[in-house]
């Protein structure tokens, strides 16, 4: 019973280069969200796919693609690292159906990149 | 614009007593509330959660009140016990396009003490 799962754990990346976070959950939600931890910032969520075939973007996109393989697969791709894409990135699904139980998402453990 | 706002960044209690944990929303359209815990190098996790509609719901040692007038909720924990020890972050969920999202406070850093 994985959840979701995340890969790489850390990362650290010179400034400039390129990489991808996969992310895989065994639930078969519908819905899948990349969020960025900061200090003092909270999680902000990136890019969001609400559906297989579906992405879109959320608070803080600029910088990162998406791309939703299947309904279990959602990575996350910086195209050219800088140093403020330094963070912790999560991964997670969220319940299929209506109501308040669908509020709740399922996180990954984190991926911890540096950019330096 | 913080639409969910935690102000306290840390709060220290003793264990036994009651730990309230606050949190401000700006955005009325937000129709769910939820509260999530996170230990060190691991993900967040889901708490608690109340509808718009509800201005209370408990489970266990965890009550989260909710009061629409002044977009204010809070998380209480009685007795407060050492595992909970960890940041806990507040959420609100609303739904755009048909897509339910979820914005988050900053998190408040808790610590009870034996």
């Known amino acids: 019973n994985a959840g979701v799962t995340q890969t790489p754990k850390f990362q650290v990346l010179k400034t400039g280069q390129s990489m991808t976070l996969q992310c895989a959950q065994d639930?078969?939600?519908?819905?899948m969200y990349w969020y960025r931890q900061d200090p003092g910032m909270g999680l902000r969520l990136i890019y969001y796919?609400?559906?297989?075939?579906?992405?879109d973007k959320g608070e803080v996109p600029n910088g990162y693609n998406v791309s939703r393989l299947n309904k279990r697969e959602f990575s996350l791709r910086l195209e050219s690292a800088a140093p403020s894409q330094t963070s912790v990135y999560f991964c997670?699904?969220?319940?299929?159906?209506?109501?308040?139980?669908?509020?709740?998402?399922?996180f990954g453990e984190g991926s911890r990149l540096t950019v330096l | 614009d913080q639409q969910v706002k935690q102000n306290s960044p840390s709060l220290s209690v003793q264990e036994g007593r009651i730990s309230i944990l606050n949190c401000d929303y700006t955005?009325?359209?937000?129709?769910?509330f939820l509260w999530y815990k996170k230990y060190p190098a691991e993900g967040p996790t889901f708490l608690i959660s109340?509808?718009?509609?509800?201005d209370k719901n408990e489970d266990g040692r965890f009550t989260v009140f909710l009061n629409k007038s002044a977009k204010h909720l809070s998380l209480h924990i009685v007795p407060s016990q050492p595992g909970d020890s960890a940041v806990y972050f507040c959420?609100?969920?609303?739904?755009?396009?048909?897509?339910?999202?979820?914005?988050f406070g900053q998190g408040t850093r808790l610590t009870i003490n034996p």
């Open positions: 109340i509808s718009s509609i509800k």
């Open positions: 955005n009325s359209m937000f129709d769910y």
């Open positions: 639930m078969n939600h519908n819905s």
């Open positions: 796919s609400a559906s297989e075939g579906t992405t």
């Open positions: 959420a609100a969920s609303v739904l755009i396009q048909g897509a339910q999202k979820l914005v």
């Open positions: 997670a699904s969220r319940r299929n159906g209506q109501g308040m139980n669908t509020g709740e998402l399922f």
